[in-house]
């Protein structure tokens, strides 16, 4: 029989179940009575970022095509029978799939037959196919995904940051990779990745809502193939502290220049991360307060707007702290950032403007337990960071001004600050 154990949130008193399962997956489960709807996903430690990898029974290291984490997610949905979803469409379910940088995930949501729902999700994981001839279709329809990629400004002033920013580090890769590199995604390489990461010591289901806990370990019994562990490991080559340079400008037909400037901080897991993402969460809303002086300054000036904004941007691997909006000049918000943070560093943060902050963070998260799907996200996004999924309510709720102080003067370094342009082209 399965050991369940309680995690409990000792401040809030909000549990749920975690269950090692004996095929290899851990499961998460939070009964929430009272609520009609059920959401579950099912996440693997694999994103656009995992180009590199070997097992246990690898010498040497796999390098395959940029983008196959996002080809693969496509395929998966895919059978010899019918497509996944049809079958979640005849339960009345909703469902999706999404690929990062650094997991991908398929989830469902319903307010009746989950257990069906639940045995539709956890086969179709578990039952590849893919041949030939469903390959190269599917590469003629994410070959226009990406060109959509191309076209928006957005999404192209986040990588020309990240490309200027990291070094080696395939972060700065876009996640659907590019034309070129899924023209060289075969079968024999999706199911040579599937095989890696979608072993199920790699992967967790997470399910919250109008559930019940054994009823669903029932059916994980029913549905999950056992799986050996097959010790994988990934590298993402050796990633300097240092950027590659401090600035890159391209010209797009929009509206409205658009930046992004962002800080190279240093990586870190667990924990450490969790204290460090809080940290920079309440730095990013000091700096970005509409009623700080530096935001009135700027706004009068007519150099920001409402979009003026952060975000905490992170994963395997990397970390910075984001700063976007629309301007003309951005260059003087880079100058007035880094003055600021001096500022900052060499005053200290006032106690009732971080108390401000963290109480608005606690309050958020807080509310969020009473949201299947938020609840439903945060314990597989627990498990890929390797902690309990109450953790992050003690470390926002037991942070310091000196802790966020702390992460300005060793984080904020003007010398690892990148800003990325679009610029509206001249008429």
């Known amino acids: 029989m399965m050991q369940k154990e309680i995690l409990k949130s000792a401040r809030t008193g909000d549990s749920c179940v975690h269950v090692k399962h004996k095929s290899g997956l851990d499961i998460y489960i939070c009964e929430m009575k009272g609520f009609r709807s059920v959401e579950a996903v099912i996440g693997t430690k694999y994103g656009s970022i995992n180009n590199m990898f070997r097992t246990d029974s690898d010498s040497e290291f796999t390098t395959v095509p940029e983008g196959i984490a996002h080809f693969l997610e496509h395929k998966l949905f895919e059978n010899q029978e019918c497509g996944v979803f049809e079958l979640f469409a005849k339960t009345g379910a909703n469902c999706n799939a999404y690929t990062s940088f650094d997991k991908t995930a398929y989830l469902f949501s319903c307010s009746a037959n989950y257990q069906e729902n639940l045995r539709i999700l956890l086969n179709f ?12 279709k599917e590469m003629g329809i994410i070959g226009q995904e990406i060109q959509m ?4 400004p957005d999404w192209r002033v986040m990588f020309n940051m990240l490309e200027c920013m990291y070094h080696s580090h395939p972060v700065k890769i876009d996640i659907a990779g590019t034309k070129e590199s899924i023209s060289h995604i075969t079968p024999e390489l999706l199911y040579k990745c599937y095989n890696t990461f979608y072993d199920l010591n790699n992967m967790a289901l997470s399910i919250a809502g109008n559930i019940d806990a054994d ?6 019994d029913e549905c999950l193939k056992d799986c050996e562990d097959h010790g994988l490991e990934t590298y993402f080559g050796d990633e300097p502290e240092t950027i590659v340079k401090k600035e890159i400008r391209q010209k797009f037909d929009i509206g409205a220049d658009i930046f992004n400037l962002g800080y190279k901080c240093r990586p870190c897991s667990g924990s450490e991360k969790l204290k460090k993402t809080a940290a920079a969460a309440i730095a990013g809303e000091l700096l970005t ?11 009068k ?8 904004s952060y975000e905490v941007f992170t994963g395997d691997g990397y970390f910075s702290l984001i700063f976007s909006g629309e301007s003309e000049k951005s260059e003087i918000i880079r100058d007035e950032l880094i003055a600021e943070v001096k500022r900052m560093v060499n005053e200290g943060i006032p106690e009732k403007d971080f108390r401000r902050f963290q109480k608005t963070m606690y309050a958020v998260l807080i509310r ?15 498990y890929l960071e390797g902690v309990s999924p109450f953790d992050i309510i003690e470390h926002i709720a037991e942070l310091t001004a000196q802790d966020v102080c702390g992460f300005m003067k060793n984080e904020l370094d003007s010398e690892k600050l990148v800003l990325s342009v679009v610029e509206r082209k001249a008429e």
């Open 368 to 382: 969020e337990l009473n949201n299947v799907e938020m609840v439903s996200s945060m314990m597989l996004d627990a």
């Open 149 to 152: 990629t191309c076209d928006d």
């Open 289 to 299: 307060d509409p009623s700080s002086e530096m935001y009135q300054r700027l706004l």
């Open 301 to 308: 000036a007519n150099i920001i707007n409402s979009t003026f």
């Open 125 to 136: 994981v578990q039952d590849p196919y893919f041949t030939d001839e469903n390959v190269k």
């Open 215 to 220: 009823e669903v370990l029932a059916i994980c």
